[in-house]
């Protein structure tokens, strides 16, 4: 795989809601904290002045004139030091797991985000302290070493508006903005203050830091760099949010119980600065020697970044956690078809973050509906479902609603009720399956079994008439229908009634619930369920075929070949169900297998240049969707990696998506939607991806 | 005066540096808090649907499309209502002192911001509360009668970003936005939470309010307003900003103390709207009954906005007081040069707000300088003297320094040394003599000795050799040279050495000193303050004249006309100086007077059109500094009102600045810089004027 330089990234804290976003040459970045929907409007000027020479600069920005013209006109402020650009071609990026570097003639860049474990606040807040600082650290080298001339290193950002001051504090320098975002080094690296309206006025022409000009938008720190001495400094870079973090539902970050401002954050990642480079050092070499090719290390370990940029620690008045994971640019909080995804992430470090958000579902999103079935006008009972997300942008929905839900529509925006009440119990089984929580499962012992019943009349009101395929609507889609996660793909995806993706994840929901509440010693409701997962399995095999491969709809009119069908099998893959663990897979496994050789060698399920399509009738793929399928083509039918694709869809995020961050949504190559997006993380299914993380 | 509509303008509030700003017809405003530099981001959509004839909206915003287009392709919410703008010559708007109203056939809009006299905060806090709430009242009038269809109105405002959500509580319903803005009415008027992605997505096509789509970043209220009925609804639009306001030096609003949130200000508001609208329109009237002009009116309501928008009453963690006007678009705190003229608005309401400015400008904002004298290496004691600023944006600057003034500078963004010297105790006797504060000045005696001190040094440092007339510089310029806050004007009225506007002043500033220290039992210092005020007499008195005029410097070389040169002057004239009081005024007066006559007569200080300009060298004009050009005109030379200049300078606010609120810095009738600034108060001094402050 070659270099990948030019591309944005997340560079995030846990829990934290936020990012010091850097990568893209040309554009800004830098702060976004407490909306994670975009990146910031930070110009990021890094780099080196020596002698006259002027100053050499990464590339991170887009202008560099001054902005005084508010003022008056003409160059009022003496002399500006001229700026260069570090030429692209010879700058070089390792995106690690823990680390991401940058590497050019005058030093290094390397922006540490480790992660790891984090303990159940449940057992203690204490405890979490250094895991939800909100911030991060990066270590700078300036390197003078082939110079007898004294050079000026800087670490400057030039955001829209005015609003910065020095801090001196307990041995640390650093510049803060508001108490909002702030940078420090230690007071023994020589740092100093500096600002302007652009980094040309924070310098002297001879390259000496100016006296700071705070009415400038421009502020940052400067370091003297002595001849032939290549100086290390380690920077810690932070935000702080004061007051709610969220309404509807009123919380505040964790942090903020942790740490009193950001000076006290600053101070806490320079303790830690060691500690921090070691361990995202582990993650990088973990990553290595995990057996991951190349490019999907590199798509991984921007995924975790998007994840962690996304995520959202909060703490109720009465000291109760709430884990929040923000739908990228649409800020959607906890959207349960994302939750379903990331589960396999979340279980390998901090599992309770999943047990918090579906108790938050259950006590706050959830309700009990009713329904109909298409041709008949009667209402029937209904059962317990969730809603789609549970608000937007740190703005709880009133409790039973999400924000995206509406009524009478057959398209985007319809209810998810469906989908959503199987997500649930796969969501929960999967936490029980994999963290082994058998306490909490025996409390929800009564909401699993409403689940179960719920699922069994949303196939029919009528159990005479059940057949193992979803076959009604909510009747909060009035006069509407319902519609799946896949609602802006195509047709084929998009309706939920009679769906194949939605047939083979209500299979897994059925063995989920059959193999916990039979745990749980529920033997009678595990039988229904495994009866109903039986039900399941005859329409599989009965599912009509066309061209080879299982439509997309059983109703023998659809054309479509998608690749989620085999989605749901992820579940019982992940749980080591011993029904996929033998030599002999059941039959309708093998059927689906079937379908995927098929649709992938027959080519309906690639674009033409190799990358992997998840429906033969639509352009628009989803990265995370399709890390799902490699996950089932490769751990339950043993199908080769397909590396071709690997490195098709790396081009998807970079140059594809490189303005963005991590980006799901992927139309001719190019990211359209769901960008600086959480949902990556469903690439550690890929074999050998858990290793890495130790 | 025709009718003006279609211009911005604040609406703000005591101290809560916040803003509902509207009026421009075409461009977004709304909502800005704690960030007082511009207009808000909301397109404000206000008006009515009556059956299928689609929904008649003022034209307070740009756009009328849904943004879906995020996720996905074409009309997927139904069918949207058609929106129409009501054609801009229908509405009538109305500008007044307490209220700006408009009308147009569906209805009214009147947003109350009714001011007056505050208590002193020293006094306690606790008789605040009412006059710190962040937030404004507004009067909505849907007007039905004409009609037997039912019908629907709406207030909703259309952000960037999504995050809104219903406010249910003590019998008001609303819309809160991340708990930082929000607006409510009584339960009892029916209204009824509103969202969408766009205003014709939040009714139906028949003009019914559809369920609210929390996704979608228009939000409002509405009513359903039936057959021939008005619909008479009071409407509280409020603001809050949690967690510490000012970093540098550590605050919070006075507000936060007094509400713990956006709901209980809201609440506040609604409770006391009938107060509130009746004092707005007492305002209205004593302005309509104050003798001024339509023009001035006019100029002076808008005018008082654009000071209160940028105001900020705020208290430390050991509840002192501070007071903050930031300086529009420039958003630095507190500019001293800007203060001096604000003292007049500030004195006849809330003197106390001078009083805390001077207090800090002396306790954490003022330094011992040493001075040069051109032509003289020599580095001769300086004095007392005070910085330009306290900061930028929320962020005060380290004691002792501003965030504008810079070394080695000769023009703008220079050290502004000599003319803060005088500004300081210009504002301080200002206060001591329209408030008749002496036990303040007691404790001032000090200080102002010392500023009486430094002003002698800084004409010169040899006694012998002062002469009235400002001759050295302070070593904080460094390698440059002083300036004025008429930096970006022209070079005759940037330069502070021999600069006859600043000779005025330090008349005027010796003039002050004289009469507080005498008043004070300081009979020497009084006296020498006497005899120093002789020596700027005698300068004038000895000035060189050019055409007819003293020009800008008494260098002989000068040939500039500037207005300024009276400028000083005000401050006699509003403490009633006995000077100018008699039948005789003194003689260097009486030049003044034939100076302003001969350069308005003579055509130098006026614009091709009518309109005043400051200087004959530049195009530049600031309108709060004619206003004090007039102010002395008229007070104090008995000079008639030019009525066609305040009807060229109304022109140059709107349409000229319609985009920005007041707006002070002025060229080709059009505003180039100090937009949304708070100086305009200075109209106050219009004889006349103050008698609409009742």
């Given at each position: 795989?070659?270099?990948?330089?030019?591309f944005?990234t997340?560079?995030?804290?846990?829990?934290?809601?936020?990012?010091?976003?850097?990568?893209?040459?040309?554009?800004?970045?830098?702060?976004?904290?407490?909306?994670?929907?975009?990146?910031?409007?930070?110009?990021?000027?890094?780099?080196?002045?020596?002698?006259?020479?002027?100053?050499?600069?990464?590339?991170?920005?887009?202008?560099?004139?001054?902005?005084?013209?508010?003022?008056?006109?003409?160059?009022?402020?003496?002399?500006?030091?001229?700026?260069?650009?570090?030429?692209?071609?010879?700058?070089?990026?390792?995106l690690?797991?823990?680390?991401?570097?940058?590497?050019?003639?005058?030093?290094?860049?390397?922006?540490?985000?480790?992660?790891?474990?984090?303990?159940?606040?449940?057992?203690?807040?204490?405890?979490?302290?250094?895991?939800?600082?909100?911030?991060?650290?990066?270590?700078?080298?300036?390197?003078?070493?082939?110079?007898?001339?004294?050079?000026?290193?800087?670490?400057?950002?030039?955001?829209?508006?005015?609003?910065?001051?020095?801090?001196?504090?307990?041995?640390?320098?650093?510049?803060?903005?508001?108490?909002?975002?702030?940078?420090?080094?230690?007071?023994?690296?020589?740092?100093?203050?500096?600002?302007?309206?652009?980094?040309?006025?924070?310098?002297?022409?001879?390259?000496?830091?100016?006296?700071?000009?705070?009415?400038?938008?421009?502020?940052?720190?400067?370091?003297?760099?002595?001849?032939?001495?290549?100086?290390?400094?380690?920077?810690?870079?932070?935000?702080?949010?004061?007051?709610?973090?969220?309404?509807?539902?009123?919380?505040?970050?964790?942090?903020?119980?942790?740490?009193?401002?950001?000076?006290?954050?600053?101070?806490?990642?320079?303790?830690?600065?060691?500690?921090?480079?070691?361990?995202?050092?582990?993650?990088?070499?973990?990553?290595?020697?995990?057996?991951?090719?190349?490019?999907?290390?590199w798509i991984l370990s921007h995924a975790v970044r998007g994840?962690?940029?996304?995520?959202?620690?909060?703490?109720?008045?009465?000291?109760?956690?709430?884990?929040?994971?923000?739908?990228?640019?649409?800020?959607?909080?906890?959207?349960?078809?994302?939750?379903?995804?990331?589960?396999?992430?979340?279980?390998?470090?901090?599992?309770?973050?999943?047990?918090?958000?579906?108790?938050?579902?259950?006590?706050?999103?959830?309700?009990?509906?009713?329904?109909?079935?298409?041709?008949?006008?009667?209402?029937?009972?209904?059962?317990?479902?969730?809603?789609?997300?549970?608000?937007?942008?740190?703005?709880?929905?009133?409790?039973?609603?999400?924000?995206?839900?509406?009524?009478?529509?057959?398209?985007?925006?319809?209810?998810?009720?469906?989908?959503?009440?199987?997500?649930?119990?796969?969501?929960?089984?999967?936490?029980?399956?994999?963290?082994?929580?058998?306490?909490?499962?025996?409390?929800?012992?009564?909401?699993?079994?409403?689940?179960?019943?719920?699922?069994?009349?949303?196939?029919?009101?009528?159990?005479?008439?059940?057949?193992?395929?979803?076959?009604?609507?909510?009747?909060?889609?009035?006069?509407?229908?319902?519609?799946?996660?896949?609602?802006?793909?195509?047709?084929?995806?998009?309706?939920?009634?009679?769906?194949?993706?939605?047939?083979?994840?209500?299979?897994?929901?059925?063995?989920?619930?059959?193999?916990?509440?039979?745990?749980?010693?529920?033997?009678?409701?595990?039988?229904?369920?495994?009866?109903?997962?039986?039900?399941?399995?005859?329409?599989?095999?009965?599912?009509?075929?066309?061209?080879?491969?299982?439509?997309?709809?059983?109703?023998?009119?659809?054309?479509?070949?998608?690749?989620?069908?085999?989605?749901?099998?992820?579940?019982?893959?992940?749980?080591?169900?011993?029904?996929?663990?033998?030599?002999?897979?059941?039959?309708?496994?093998?059927?689906?297998?079937?379908?995927?050789?098929?649709?992938?060698?027959?080519?309906?399920?690639?674009?033409?240049?190799?990358?992997?399509?998840?429906?033969?009738?639509?352009?628009?793929?989803?990265?995370?969707?399709?890390?799902?399928?490699?996950?089932?083509?490769?751990?339950?039918?043993?199908?080769?990696?397909?590396?071709?694709?690997?490195?098709?869809?790396?081009?998807?995020l970079?140059?594809?998506?490189?303005?963005?961050g991590f980006?799901?949504?992927?139309?001719?190559?190019?990211?359209?939607?769901?960008?600086?997006?959480?949902?990556g993380?469903?690439?550690?299914?890929?074999?050998?991806?858990?290793?890495?993380?130790?």
């Amino acid at each position: 795989m070659n270099d990948i330089s030019d591309f944005h990234t997340h560079h995030g804290a846990f829990g934290a809601l936020g990012s010091f976003t850097l990568g893209r040459f040309g554009m800004p970045g830098g702060f976004n904290h407490h909306d994670g929907s975009r990146p910031g409007d930070d110009e990021v000027f890094l780099g080196m002045a020596r002698g006259r020479s002027g100053l050499r600069v990464l590339p991170f920005f887009r202008y560099g004139n001054s902005d005084t013209s508010r003022f008056a006109q003409g160059n009022l402020l003496g002399d500006p030091i001229p700026v260069h650009r570090v030429a692209p071609e010879t700058i070089r990026r390792r995106l690690g797991l823990g680390s991401d570097q940058w590497r050019w003639e005058d030093g290094s860049f390397k922006i540490c985000t480790p992660f790891g474990k984090v303990p159940d606040p449940r057992q203690g807040w204490e405890a979490l302290r250094d895991h939800v600082a909100p911030g991060i650290l990066a270590i700078l080298e300036f390197d003078n070493r082939g110079s007898d001339e004294e050079a000026t290193g800087i670490f400057a950002l030039a955001g829209t508006a005015p609003g910065a001051g020095p801090l001196h504090t307990d041995g640390l320098v650093g510049v803060a903005r508001n108490g909002r975002t702030g940078w420090a080094a230690p007071a023994s690296t020589g740092a100093r203050p500096i600002a302007g309206f652009s980094p040309d006025l924070c310098l002297s022409p001879e390259g000496r830091p100016r006296s700071p000009h705070w009415l400038g938008a421009c502020s940052g720190l400067a370091w003297v760099v002595p001849p032939r001495t290549l100086l290390r400094v380690p920077l810690a870079l932070a935000w702080f949010h004061e007051g709610l973090a969220t309404h509807g539902l009123e919380s505040r970050y964790a942090y903020q119980e942790a740490f009193g401002n950001l000076a006290e954050v600053l101070t806490n990642l320079l303790d830690r600065a060691p500690e921090l480079e070691r361990r995202a050092d582990e993650l990088d070499a973990a990553l290595e020697a995990s057996g991951l090719e190349p490019e999907r290390r590199w798509i991984l370990s921007h995924a975790v970044r998007g994840y962690f940029g996304n995520s959202q620690l909060l703490r109720t008045s009465s000291q109760e956690p709430i884990w929040a994971v923000h739908e990228g640019e649409y800020a959607m909080i906890n959207t349960l078809d994302l939750a379903v995804d990331q589960v396999f992430f979340e279980q390998e470090l901090f599992p309770w973050v999943t047990r918090e958000v579906l108790d938050l579902f259950a006590h706050r999103h959830s309700f009990v509906d009713h329904l109909r079935v298409p041709g008949d006008t009667h209402v029937h009972e209904g059962g317990v479902s969730f809603c789609h997300d549970m608000g937007v942008r740190n703005q709880f929905s009133v409790p039973g609603t999400s924000c995206y839900e509406v009524a009478d529509l057959h398209g985007c925006f319809s209810h998810m009720t469906q989908e959503q009440a199987i997500n649930w119990p796969l969501l929960a089984c999967t936490h029980v399956l994999a963290s082994g929580d058998r306490a909490w499962a025996l409390e929800r012992c009564g909401i699993l079994e409403s689940c179960l019943d719920g699922l069994e009349r949303r196939e029919h009101p009528d159990p005479a008439r059940r057949a193992g395929v979803p076959g009604t609507e909510s009747t909060r889609c009035g006069s509407g229908s319902e519609i799946t996660t896949y609602d802006s793909l195509d047709p084929a995806l998009a309706q939920a009634r009679g769906n194949l993706y939605l047939v083979v994840k209500l299979w897994a929901a059925y063995r989920g619930l059959e193999l916990v509440l039979r745990s749980l010693g529920r033997v009678e409701s595990a039988e229904r369920a495994g009866i109903a997962r039986g039900r399941v399995e005859e329409a599989i095999l009965a599912w009509p075929e066309f061209d080879g491969f299982l439509p997309a709809h059983a109703d023998g009119r659809s054309r479509s070949a998608i690749l989620p069908a085999v989605e749901g099998l992820v579940f019982p893959m992940h749980w080591k169900d011993p029904l996929l663990e033998g030599d002999d897979l059941p039959g309708f496994v093998l059927r689906l297998g079937s379908h995927l050789e098929r649709v992938l060698d027959g080519g309906h399920c690639r674009f033409p240049d190799g990358g992997w399509r998840l429906s033969s009738t639509s352009g628009n793929s989803w990265l995370s969707k399709i890390a799902l399928a490699q996950a089932v083509a490769e751990g339950v039918f043993g199908l080769p990696r397909d590396g071709k694709a690997d490195g098709v869809h790396v081009g998807w995020l970079a140059p594809g998506s490189a303005d963005w961050g991590f980006t799901d949504q992927i139309v001719d190559g190019k990211g359209i939607g769901s960008k600086y997006y959480p949902r990556g993380v469903s690439a550690i299914l890929w074999p050998g991806a858990r290793q890495s993380l130790t």
